[in-house]
């Protein structure tokens, strides 16, 4: 049977030979990114439900983002709460403040993004990392308490919307307007758990940045995820950040 990037990904995740739209099934996650605004709250459902574990300490990301430096005192004891959980689980992968920065810049900036992989954050933009031709999704609070606890969450495998994006960009025209451009053309809803796959010659010019921008903005459309294959400018990117953890796997729509 066919399948677009994002079913194969997602079978592969599933440790199935194929998946089909609609269908549900649980999958691995290979890297889970938390920040200060929904992982507080996760790590209180997972102590109140007497879980004192994570699935796997490298595999977890977690940077202050939204109230770093902090704004009040609440945002510092948001911190101090991360702070003594990654401590406490030996979580290898944190970028406290002072390192901190925008989640959806530092992940694939210090090379914890890679094609192929499942991947899940506690927050709606983590579509961007789709750009890297991977299969990345935003999810709550409870969503990433699971997560952090079983490294698997359960999904309905998304319909894929092709956009073809031609042509180059005239002076003074960016990737944001782009898909601006393409959610005005589809709704706020018009994608809904859909997975946007990108294609198509205007992408050739584009940067990983401007790439991700696109991803990004996926959400705003209503899709569960946004994504584009992998190609010169992906690796080049990437060989430039992985650093010896380059052995990952490009999948590519049928």
């Known amino acids: 049977m066919a399948m677009t990037i994002t079913e194969k990904i997602l079978a592969h995740g599933a440790g199935k030979d ?40 490298e595999k977890i990301v977690v940077t202050p983002d939204h109230f770093q430096p902090a704004k009040d005192i609440k945002s510092a004891e948001l911190h101090k709460r991360l702070d003594d959980w990654v401590k406490e689980k030996g979580i290898r992968y944190y970028y406290p403040v002072g390192r901190a920065g925008v989640c959806h810049a530092l992940l694939p900036e210090q090379g914890h993004i890679r094609p192929g992989e499942v991947i899940a954050g506690g927050d709606s933009h983590t579509c961007t990392y789709g750009a890297f031709a991977a299969f990345s999704t935003g999810i709550g609070s409870t969503d990433l308490a699971a997560a952090i606890a079983t490294g698997v969450l359960w999904f309905k495998v998304p319909a894929s919307i092709k956009i073809v994006l ?23 809803d018009g994608a809904l758990y859909k997975a946007m796959e990108f294609v198509g010659s205007a992408l050739k010019d584009m940067s990983m940045e401007a790439r991700m921008t696109i991803t990004n903005m996926a959400i705003e459309a209503g899709a569960k995820n946004g994504v584009i294959g ?25």
């Open 166 to 188: 031609n042509g180059t960009l005239g002076v003074g025209v960016y990737s944001k307007d782009v898909i601006l451009a393409v959610i005005k053309e589809t709704g706020v």
């Open 230 to 254: 992998f190609d010169e400018t992906t690796k080049k990117y990437l060989d430039e950040r992985l650093k010896g953890k380059a052995d990952y796997t490009v999948y590519e729509s049928d």
């Open 18 to 57: 194929e998946v089909r739209p609609g269908q549900l099934i649980s999958a691995k996650l290979d890297v889970v990114m938390c920040h200060d605004v929904t992982a507080p709250a996760a790590i209180s459902m997972l102590k109140a439900h007497g879980i004192d574990k994570v699935f796997d300490a």
